[in-house]
Nanobody, 125 residues
Framework: QVQLVESGGGLVQAGDSLSLSCTAH????????MAWFRQAPGKEREFVAS????????YYSESVEGRFTISRDNAESTVSLQMNSLKPEDTAVYYC??????????????????WGQGTQVTVSS
């Protein structure tokens, strides 16, 4: 069992930056693929970014590529999402997710076993 706790959401203006953090309560954090998803009102939860167990391989959705950066610290059992040049369409609840790493790219919600409670990010225009 892995407990995930996100922090760092808030209200910002378009063009601002914001950093999200997720702490995983597990002794085997380094064995998990970690990802961020988001869900806007009335929309399905969508993939944002993921990082392999060692942080050497990262994937991003097209909508955030070049603006967001995912990183992890296995010693601290944390994964972060640095969000720059935020847009109103980035407004959503952001979720941290984890699954046992199998070296494949995973971007569907059903492929992840553990989820945080979510943190709200609101970008005003």
């Amino acid at each position: 069992q892995v407990q995930l706790v996100e922090s760092g959401g808030g209200l910002v203006q378009a063009g601002d930056s914001l950093s999200l953090s997720c702490t995983a309560h597990t002794r085997t954090f380094g064995a998990y693929t970690m990802a961020w998803f988001r869900q806007a009102p009335g929309k399905e939860r969508e993939f944002v970014a993921s990082t392999r167990w060692d942080g050497a391989v990262k994937y991003y959705s097209e909508s955030v590529e070049g603006r967001f950066t995912i990183s992890r610290d296995n010693a601290e059992s944390t994964v972060s999402l640095q969000m720059n040049s935020l847009k109103p369409e980035d407004t959503a609840v952001y979720y941290c997710a984890a699954r046992w790493d199998d070296s494949y790219f995973r971007n569907y919600t059903r492929e992840y076993d553990y989820w945080g409670q979510g943190t709200q990010v609101t970008v005003s225009s």
